[in-house]
């Protein structure tokens, strides 16, 4: 299982690179899409489950967070490891820590 790690603790963001769409906050996970379970620590990527990105907690009355499809692929990642290039079965997004 091929995983990068934006490392934890820290504040994340995830974006679509075809327009933007995504969200921000505290937490950037992997989730088993079979199980639902969290694979890892926080600030993983990891192909074949689903990445969730944004707050545990409420702050509106909408969407609290951004989830993709599985991870088909990690494209790349830069030198401080802040920032992945992954892509899904249907998008390319980018993930960034800081």
């Avoid at 934890?8 to 921000?24: F, I, N, P």
């Avoid at 990445?51 to 545990?56: A, D, S």
Wanted: charged residues 25%; contains cysteine.
């Amino acid at each position: 299982m091929e995983k990068v790690s934006l490392g934890k603790e820290r504040r994340y963001s995830l974006s679509r690179t075809r327009d933007g769409a995504g969200d921000s906050g505290m937490m950037l996970r992997s989730l088993d899409p079979k199980t639902g379970n969290q694979a890892g620590e926080f600030g993983d990527i990891v192909v074949g489950h689903v990445i969730q990105c944004g707050t545990q907690f409420a702050r509106t009355f909408g969407s609290d967070w951004w989830m993709t499809t599985p991870v088909t692929e990690i494209i790349s990642v830069n030198e401080d490891k802040t920032e992945v290039v992954f892509k899904t079965g249907n998008s390319e997004y980018k993930a960034r820590s800081f």
